[in-house]
């Protein structure tokens, strides 16, 4: 086959942000990118594997974008991939998780001026849903430790170390994103296959500034930029954090990278 934009795919990649994408993205052969409305979309081969890879956006909005590569790439499963939020002390940073099961929770929402300090967590949920992908032959194709359990989507950033253990106490998750459940969801809706594979940014005792949190949950790229002119503006030594940030966050993206093409083999 030439090269082209691929209308049917053996398998769809959805990632909330480019940074998280970028690196498996440059492993794919005859690669075609296309940008749908909201989502840019490459589709490639990696191997034998004809592959979509999507960049979704944060939260909610990666639904609306999966639907997009359903329609488009008609795949034969779906996996929600990126960086996560580890939940128990057993992961370090860049520990691999591929969940069995999935759930949404509305979390890390700020305290009541009467509360008891640190942030509320409210455990009304979605799910957990069971999780069929990726199946047991191509999870032995995988070098080192891979963690498997419960994956929980919150709805903002999880950035304490106690929010992160109450949370996990009270859901039993092994680690915690923000697109994962939006993502399977529209995937079982559809008919397909759905997985989630996650690389450990930030380890449980590990906290994330206030105003940091909030400049990484907000959903659009656009809104996110505008948040960090004015964030740098207030505290300028802000800057040296999300440089930081932003190379741990580099440096995760291409161990899941290397691990997804194992995978995929």
């Known amino acids: ?134 199946d047991a032959s191509a999870l032995e194709r995988l070098s080192g430790r891979v963690w498997r359990g419960l994956v929980v989507t919150a709805d903002a950033v999880v950035a304490t170390p106690d929010a992160k253990r109450r949370l996990a106490d009270e859901t039993g998750a092994v680690c915690v994103d923000m697109e994962s459940w939006w993502i399977v969801d529209e995937a079982i809706r559809a008919g397909r296959p759905a997985g989630v594979v996650r690389a450990v940014s930030d380890t449980v005792a590990e906290a994330i500034p206030a105003d940091i949190a909030r400049l990484a949950g907000m959903p659009h790229a656009m809104r996110r930029v505008g948040a960090a002119m004015r964030l740098l503006w207030r505290r300028p030594g802000a800057i040296v954090e999300l440089a930081e940030l932003r190379d741990q966050a580099h440096r995760v993206a291409d161990g899941l990278a290397v691990r997804l093409v194992e995978l995929l083999a």
Do not use: K, Y
């Open 1 to 134: 086959m030439g090269q082209g934009m691929i209308d049917r795919v053996d398998v769809a990649i959805i990632f909330a942000l480019e940074l998280e994408a970028a690196p498996l993205r440059d492993r794919l052969e005859d690669a075609v990118r296309l940008q749908a409305r909201d989502t840019a979309v490459t589709t490639g081969r990696l191997g034998d594997r004809t592959v979509a890879i999507a960049v979704a956006g944060m939260g909610m909005v990666a639904a609306r974008a999966t639907r997009q590569v359903i329609d488009g790439h008609r795949p034969g499963s779906v996996i929600a991939a990126g960086l996560c939020g580890g939940l128990s002390p057993d992961l370090d940073r860049g520990a691999l998780v591929v969940a069995d099961r999935v759930a949404h929770v509305a979390a890390a929402r700020p305290p009541a001026p009467a509360g008891n300090g640190g942030e509320m967590i409210d455990l009304r949920s979605a799910g957990p849903v069971a999780l069929t992908a990726p």
